[in-house]
């Protein structure tokens, strides 16, 4: 057993390159797991900042001044979150709220009703007692919601100052990072030691894929969410802004999103037109919007930018969803991203030998 621990020791950790790889990575996952609550803002400024560079550098490139060019990115920036919170964030709590207290008891009572029904057509398999515990549950977990929504306890206001600080504090860093952008990589770049191939080339990777995977991912967030908006308008859907935003961000969660969204949806128009042509023609577009997203937007937003195999997303997305809830879901494919391409990039022992042979053949 030692002999086969120290084999593989010697395997992959034969080049210090591989050292100073797990030190980095150990130490980043360390700080995000004690210190990322209180280092939110600082982590989800970092994220923007990164995101925006792009923009910044297109723009430098056109000829403006990089001050110039972060003063117009910040500018747009801070213009889409106010919009967010003054007009999208209401509208979407306000048609949370009427849903929760006019609509929910409709859907309860037909899906109930539905029930009932269940023991007489297939008594061998359901009987009334199951039906009756199904509801009951149903009835406990919904007006638990529904109390969570509809009031806000003396015990969240030190969650509602803690997000004032956030808004406050997050513009503030994005701006900074974008202004001193080279200032601060140049610090963080004493930390690492002369010899970093490995660590470039993660880097390199995770710049082209991560960057263009969330940049792309906003994009088809405010496309589907846009489109899905003017669709229900033009139908006539009741709470049609919250329920644009829910699709919109279904797109985050490959393959289980879309199919979970599809449920209040589904409820909404049902419970507004019943079953009938109007019901029919709101899934029918909702579904070809779906289908537009999967097989046009997507291949043409992302291409190869993310080669992962879809058990691989969907595994990354229990696991880090489990782990840091909605950010971990948002994040599961670009961290997924990140785990292949460390493997790809971990020095061995043949890697190590093979370097060392073109080392001693171009002497």
């Known amino acids: 057993m030692v002999r086969i621990l120290k084999h593989w020791v010697d395997q992959y950790f034969s080049d210090e390159e591989a050292v100073y790889l797990l030190v980095v990575l150990v130490s980043v996952g360390l700080v995000i797991a004690f210190l990322g609550g209180m280092l939110a803002p600082v982590l989800a400024a970092m994220v923007i900042a990164y995101l925006m560079q792009g923009l910044v550098s297109a723009l430098e490139r056109r000829g403006l001044r990089r001050m110039m060019a972060v003063s117009l990115v910040f500018t747009l920036f ?3 979150l ?3 919170l003054v007009v999208l ?3 979407v709590w306000k048609q949370t709220v009427l849903l929760v207290r006019d609509q929910l008891p409709h859907v309860l009572k037909n899906g109930e009703a539905w029930l009932r029904e269940l023991p007489n057509r297939y008594p061998e398999i359901v009987s009334i007692e199951q039906i009756d515990s199904i509801v009951a549950v149903i009835q406990r977990e919904v007006a638990v919601v529904g109390q969570g929504v509809l009031t806000l306890s003396l015990s969240s206001i030190p969650n509602l100052v803690e997000v004032m600080v956030f808004l406050v504090l997050l513009p503030l860093l994005v701006f900074f990072f974008l202004k001193d952008k080279d200032a601060l990589v140049g610090w963080l770049m004493r930390f690492l030691p002369d010899r970093r191939r490995v660590l470039s080339h993660v880097w390199q990777e995770m710049d082209g894929q991560i960057a263009n ?4 991912k906003a994009i088809e967030i405010l496309l589907v969410g846009s489109a899905t908006f003017v669709a229900f308008i033009l139908f006539g859907l ?3 802004v919250l329920l644009s935003v829910l699709v919109g961000l279904s797109v985050v969660v490959p393959y289980i999103g ?5 449920l209040p949806v589904a409820a909404v128009a049902y419970v507004q037109f019943g079953w009938g042509g109007d019901f029919a023609l709101v ?3 909702y579904g070809i ?3 537009i997203d999967g097989n046009l937007l997507v291949p043409l937003l992302f291409s190869e930018a993310v080669n992962l195999h879809p058990v691989a997303i969907i595994t990354a997305i229990l696991l880090f969803g489990g782990m840091w809830g909605l950010w971990g879901v948002f994040f599961a494919i670009p961290l997924a991203t990140l785990i292949k391409a460390v493997i790809n990039a971990w020095p061995s022992q043949g890697d190590y030998s093979s370097g060392n042979t073109e080392d001693a053949a171009a002497e």
């Open 78 to 80: 801070l213009g889409v």
């Open 82 to 84: 106010i919009a967010t």
């Open 89 to 91: 964030l209401p509208l």
């Open 213 to 216: 995977y969330v940049r792309g």
């Open 238 to 240: 009741n709470y049609a």
């Open 258 to 262: 879309a199919t979970v969204v599809t």
């Open 283 to 285: 899934m029918v577009v």
């Open 289 to 291: 919007i779906q289908f």
